[in-house]
């Protein structure tokens, strides 16, 4: 009698027990899984957004593209070219009265001869397949030369790296002459500087480019505040294109010189 | 109370109904591999309930239909997960677990039990076998986010049905070789009632996922 008692009370207590351990088993599932789904959508969310971002930047690059292709165009060719359609009329005129002005026409071959080379430089500048040639010290020098040969501004190039000691891909080297040019334009375009002095240097495991100008300060404070108000595409382009490479940039102002400064490290194989 | 107790031999038999008429007469998509597997595990448990009922009423003994049952139920189930999961690699396991539970039950009938016998031994293994599968089911459908709501997923309802169940009947089983004893007490025979309930609730909830396959809301 006393076994048949236990027998019951046991098989009771374990079905009781067994179905408790259901239900908390049924608990974990649904809140695990609530849990999983949450962290799930979050991670779709942020996945979504990155997506958003990155088009963003892709299709503000283009239009920037666009704009500067379009920019060179009209003030270099679409002057050039209206010049040369001008002239060529009256010298349509001119000829209908048997008058021949060969100097003119020469001026006009100039032109033309201008215009090509004008392109050549909007191709050269939009996509720097010379680098390969050149390489990255080669690019920064003519830069030098072209601006010396502007006569907008005083430029001198100094350092101790040669094109042989960059231990940098194609890639990099076509970033980092993106991130130069960047910086110039805008030492052009809103510093105003009348003298300019680049510096790139080597060393065992970093190459450093140094930007020094005598135009409007501009600090690290200044960079941050026009990327927050989303007012340096360029500058964000520059900071970008420098993380990349894993490297930094800083600005800073000393002696009424302004100095741009770009670090990328490396490591020695 | 008393009564309702002494009638869920019948209310079992009878729930059987339940999922096999949602199986017979409700329109919807029609069933797929998995829910043909559960038709045929409703059927083969309603024939042997019933054939044990006839057995008891002219007084044979039972045992063998229920032992012959739980081979069968067993067996069903494990194809039931296997259509469900429906991966070739799990092919060679399930198999693997079929193969042996068929030469555990049967050394376990023939070397201790014998088949006139209830095997509590095997019935034993397969509720912890069937446990164990609902349960990895149950953490599989944790990273699943095809369906956002666990409770619209059709076969949720028949992985709760086994977990509850089997759960349930666990301990019935281990000492089903003495509740089973014609000798024993009625108190600790009235214990078989644990499984007519349990089958019961279980037969409700088969028909809850069968409503839910054929997409008909409740």
Known sequence: ?269 | MHKVISYLDEVSILSHLLPLSAICFLPGRTLNNTYKALALLITVSFLSDLICRVLRYYRYSNLFVINVYTLLEFLIILLIFYLQWNSPKYKQRFLMVGTSYIFVFLLLSTSIYGFFKINSAASAIAALLILGLSIIYFFELISDISTPSLLNNPFFWINLAFLIYFSGVLFVFIFSDIILDSNIDKSVKNLWKINYLLYSASSILFTVSIIKWKKIKL
């Open chain 1, 1 to 269: 009698m006393e076994k048949d008692k236990t027998i019951v009370l046991i098989v009771l207590a374990g079905a009781v027990t067994m179905l408790a351990i259901v239900s908390l088993v049924l608990y974990l599932v649904f809140t695990h899984r609530k849990r999983y789904l949450i962290q799930q959508n979050e991670l779709l969310r942020l996945q979504s957004q990155r997506e958003i971002e990155n088009t963003k930047a892709i299709i503000n690059t283009q239009e920037r593209e666009r704009g500067r292709i379009a920019q060179n165009l009209h003030d270099t060719i679409g002057a050039d070219l209206s010049i040369v359609q001008f002239n060529i009329t009256k010298y349509i005129h001119e000829l209908k009265n048997s008058e021949c002005n060969i100097q003119s026409l020469s001026n006009d071959v100039l032109i033309l001869a201008n215009t090509i080379e004008s392109i050549r430089n909007i191709c050269h500048d939009l996509f720097p397949l010379t680098i390969e040639r050149q390489g990255l010290i080669g690019r920064i020098k003519q830069s030098v030369e072209r601006l010396n040969e502007s006569g907008k501004i005083r430029c001198s190039f100094s350092g101790s790296s040669s094109e042989s000691s960059l231990p940098f891909t194609s890639e990099d080297k076509i970033n980092l002459l993106r991130v130069y040019m960047e910086i110039v334009n805008n030492i052009i375009k809103h510093a105003s500087a009348s003298d300019l002095t680049i510096v790139s240097n080597i060393n065992t495991n970093q190459y450093t480019l140094e930007l020094s100008h005598n135009g409007a300060p501009f600090s690290d404070a200044d960079a941050l505040e026009n990327m927050i108000k989303k007012k340096g595409l360029g500058l964000s382009s520059i900071l970008n294109r420098t993380e990349i490479m894993g490297g930094s940039i800083a600005y800073s102002t000393e002696n009424g010189y302004s100095k741009v400064k770009v670090t990328i490290p490396y490591k020695n194989a």
